[in-house]
């Protein structure tokens, strides 16, 4: 078992019974999971980390009330995306989240035409456009889903609603940005 | 062509995503090291309070500052010692997250509900609203209550009592599935409204809010907690109650 890093359990146990050097690797761990996600949420770099920051804390603080066998990760999610929403609503602004492609990104290793990859960006140019003009509630569980890559448990923890509703609230806006994508190819 | 959900888990690869700050655990050890938040305009206001108190310690410019907010005062020293008391000053429940202070009268105006007061423990010494999206959908009213008679007051909150109340289901799976092996629960009556007794060490709390949502809340005091649902509506007495106490108070409501 040497040298194998240690499962979240373990580290739980470990953290709640005071090693600091758990938890740190819990944070080490998630934290760009938890910054994107609360990035996704507030919209601002800025209020991510101080909701990250703070979501960590929180969390060490409510350790001992981590119930046995649960999922970390989840719990976690929820923590910050709490302290992110809690953040948005406080300050009283709310940052619209544009997301962006990296200049350059080439998917798959083969070798495309230079026209074949100049036509790919900017599908996707196109695709994340429309994503970001949806409402709100359509951007954030389309973003959490994919582009985050959260389980169904884990949008649900990071959007504060229920798992069903994710599963609804998704369908409905697939079918709109479909609705927009089939739109925007038949102009 | 890939189907709209291949072309948005392909984007994901694609995005350019702000750098997560690396510092992140070290803030984190600092607030443990600290006790202090770390958050930045939180900060800000401390040490804006620290150095208006460290300016108001002193005569001239206490007086400079009453000057110049033009206030005709004269600052009395007084000799008496504060009272011993391990208990934080300020609102009961200002430091267990239950939303915004408010009177009942405002509260009841926001809510949709009739806000059950247990006439045993008289009147709430303060009240929270909590609205969405921190609270659930409909709204959460929290009664705060100071000492009272016979029932024991923590010693970290200075509060005997909290009954909370939101529009929503309480739903006996949730209650399995959260309450750990160190809590049972027992089915109850309160005014022949279906209820539960929560005995042991509960500290998480589930219920179907009037959206349909599961809504999560901590049990502020962890203690014994006594659940009843009042025709829609989920009331919960938290508190160092004995169960019969906890069932007359419930059955005081209305």
Known sequence: ?187 | MPDLEEQLTALSVAIDWPKTPSHLWRGVRRSRTEGLQLNRWALAAVAVLVIFGTLLAYTPSREAIAGWLNLHTTFLRTQSQPTPSPLPSGPLGERLGLGSPTTLDKAQSQVSWKIQIPAALGPPDEVYLKLPPTGPSGGEVTLVYGQRPDIRTSGLTGVSVLVTEARGKANETFFQKMLGPDATFEPVTVNGHPGYWIAGRPHMFAFTDSDGNIYTDTLRLATDTLIFDDNGTVVRLEGEMTRAQALQIGASAG
């Open chain 1, 1 to 187: 078992m040497e040298g194998r890093p240690a499962d979240d359990s373990q580290l739980i146990e470990r953290a709640q019974r005071g090693d600091s050097a758990a938890y740190e690797e819990i944070v080490q761990r998630y934290q760009q999971i938890v910054f994107r996600t609360a990035y996704v949420i507030t919209g601002s770099s800025a209020d991510a980390e101080d909701a990250a920051q703070e979501g960590f804390v929180k969390a060490y603080r409510a350790l001992d009330r981590f119930r046995s066998g649960a999922d970390l990760r989840p719990w976690l999610l929820r923590i910050v995306a709490n302290e992110a929403r809690n953040r948005v609503r406080s300050s009283g602004r709310r940052h619209q989240l544009e997301l962006r492609l990296t200049e350059g990104f080439r998917p798959g290793d083969a070798v495309p035409s230079p026209e074949a990859v100049a036509i790919a960006a900017d599908e996707r140019r196109r695709l994340l456009a429309m994503v970001n003009a949806l409402s709100e509630e359509d951007r954030l569980v389309i973003a959490s889903r994919y582009f985050l890559q959260l389980s169904g448990e884990e949008t649900a923890a990071a959007l504060g609603i229920a798992e069903g509703t994710v599963k609804s609230r998704l369908s409905r806006a697939l079918a709109r940005l479909k609705a927009r994508v089939e739109e925007a190819t038949h102009a």
